[in-house]
């Protein structure tokens, strides 16, 4: 049993360049969210969907765009990287829309220099 | 504004008791929410309470204070493995979750 896959682990960026996060679910769970965590801070919500062709912009979405074109995939984009966005990435998924107990996958883990 | 305080960091020995307390200041509220993280790894669901009173479950226990806006997380019989953070989480009207920066307990031998 999978639950949730993140891709890459971990990378490390030029400031500038395009990146995906990739975010797969076996779980058939309608709600799926992106996360950073930062030391010191606590989860902060990038975007999240509450079912598939459906997105959302959460506390911290500059920067950062999602697509949910079926109920498995939440890929995460960073369009031109800046080192502000070093940080660990999760993704995560619930079975309810209301962001009820959340799945989190292993995290990718992000530097752009 | 919303927000979350719980202690950075707190330290306690095999085989005790360590109480984690959270308070939270929210935008109305639809339950709240305990998660522990190993690090380097992803956050696990401890336990979720939305009615006052403490809920049991097993070596962990956790406890809700509405007209206080309060929480504890209570880790009995503590093991080496108990060494995580701690992260509490409230759920204000809007169903989003306001997270805190996590306690970071360390057991001692």
């Known amino acids: 049993i999978a639950g949730i896959t993140q891709a890459p682990t971990s990378q490390i960026l030029a400031a500038g360049r395009r990146m995906t996060l990739r975010c797969t679910q076996d779980m058939r769970h309608n709600a799926m969210y992106w996360y950073r965590q930062d030391l010191g801070l606590g989860l902060r919500l990038i975007h999240y969907s509450n079912t598939a062709g459906t997105t959302g912009k959460g506390e911290v979405p500059d920067g950062y765009s999602v697509s949910r074109a079926n109920t498995d995939d939440f890929p995460l984009t960073l369009a031109s990287a800046v080192p502000s966005q070093t940080s660990v990435y999760f993704c995560?998924?619930?079975?309810?829309?209301?962001?009820?107990?959340?799945?989190f996958g292993e995290g990718s883990r992000l530097t752009v220099l | 504004g919303q927000n979350i305080d719980q202690p950075t960091e707190m330290t306690a020995t095999e085989g005790a008791i360590v109480q984690i307390n959270c308070t939270y200041q929210t935008s109305g509220f639809n339950g709240l929410f305990w998660y522990q993280q190993h690090a380097g790894e992803a956050p696990t669901f401890l336990s979720y309470n939305v009615l006052d009173g403490l809920e049991e479950k097993g070596r962990f226990s956790s406890f809700l204070s509405r007209s206080k806006g309060y929480s504890y997380l209570l880790l009995k019989e503590l093991q080496m493995k108990d060494s995580a953070s701690y992260l509490c989480?409230?759920?204000?009207?809007?169903?989003?979750?306001?997270w805190g920066a996590g306690t970071k307990l360390i057991i001692k031998p």
């Open positions: 989480a409230a759920m204000d009207s809007n169903y989003q979750l306001i």
């Open positions: 995560a998924s619930s079975e309810e829309g209301a962001a009820g107990e959340l799945f």
